[in-house]
């Protein structure tokens, strides 16, 4: 580990705008969740059977750099979003953005494929963070409708996918 110091809540950040902010903040999930899912690809985990323990906090990471760079994009155009959805985020970022267009693979990821979207109980409840919800509950995954297995594989194809479409957006608008 690196030994250094993280100033917290830095001049840099107070004087830049909201936009820019949220795309950094975004880029470092991306970072952590690229770090997380890349070890366990070199593991070779494709062919093993993990637990939800192992996949779902980088998927968590995931989530939130692609909720981060769509309500960055949202703020940069004036639009202050208090949602987590990200089919409805991705909707009003095409809307504002006409140019922004994600290709097929990408766009099912965050539309409507199995592993984020069709279970809510992942994405806006405490699934994706915690095995219990904020009553003390246990979260079953396979009963949400999930099934029993992620394919990491798949996850990993269609993350890289995205997150480079994305990233290209936004050199596109002068942010690199």
Same mark, same amino acid.
């Given at each position: 580990?690196?030994? @250094?110091?993280? &100033?917290?809540?830095?001049?840099?950040? @107070?004087?830049?705008?909201?936009?820019?902010?949220?795309?950094?903040?975004?880029?470092?999930?991306?970072?952590?969740?690229? %770090?997380?899912?890349?070890?366990?690809?070199?593991?070779?985990?494709?062919?093993?059977?993990?637990?939800?323990?192992?996949?779902?906090?980088?998927?968590?990471?995931?989530? !939130?750099?692609? &909720?981060?760079?769509?309500?960055? *994009?949202?703020?940069?155009?004036?639009?202050?979003?208090?949602?987590?959805? *990200?089919?409805?985020?991705?909707?009003?970022? &095409?809307? &504002?953005?006409?140019?922004?267009? =994600?290709?097929?693979?990408? @766009?099912?990821?965050?539309?409507?494929?199995?592993?984020?979207?069709?279970?809510?109980? *992942? *994405?806006?409840?405490? $699934?994706?963070?915690?095995?219990?919800?904020?009553?003390?509950?246990?979260?079953?995954? %396979?009963?949400? $409708?999930?099934?029993?297995?992620?394919?990491? +594989? +798949?996850? !990993?194809?269609?993350?890289? @996918? =995205?997150?480079?479409?994305?990233?290209?957006?936004?050199?596109?608008? $002068?942010?690199?």
């Amino acid at each position: 580990m690196a030994n @250094r110091e993280y &100033e917290i809540w830095d001049k840099k950040g @107070r004087e830049e705008k909201l936009w820019i902010q949220l795309r950094r903040f975004a880029l470092s999930y991306k970072k952590a969740f690229e %770090t997380l899912i890349n070890k366990e690809v070199e593991e070779g985990s494709l062919g093993y059977n993990y637990g939800e323990e192992d996949i779902l906090p980088p998927l968590h990471l995931f989530h !939130h750099y692609i &909720e981060l760079s769509l309500k960055s *994009l949202l703020e940069k155009a004036g639009m202050v979003i208090k949602c987590h959805d *990200l089919p409805t985020l991705l909707v009003k970022v &095409e809307k &504002e953005y006409p140019d922004f267009k =994600l290709s097929k693979l990408p @766009r099912k990821l965050i539309t409507d494929n199995d592993i984020i979207n069709k279970n809510r109980l *992942l *994405l806006d409840l405490e $699934g994706f963070r915690y095995p219990t919800t904020n009553k003390g509950e246990r979260i079953w995954i %396979t009963e949400s $409708g999930l099934g029993s297995y992620i394919n990491l +594989g +798949g996850v !990993h194809i269609s993350s890289k @996918r =995205l997150m480079l479409e994305v990233d290209e957006y936004f050199q596109k608008i $002068g942010f690199r």
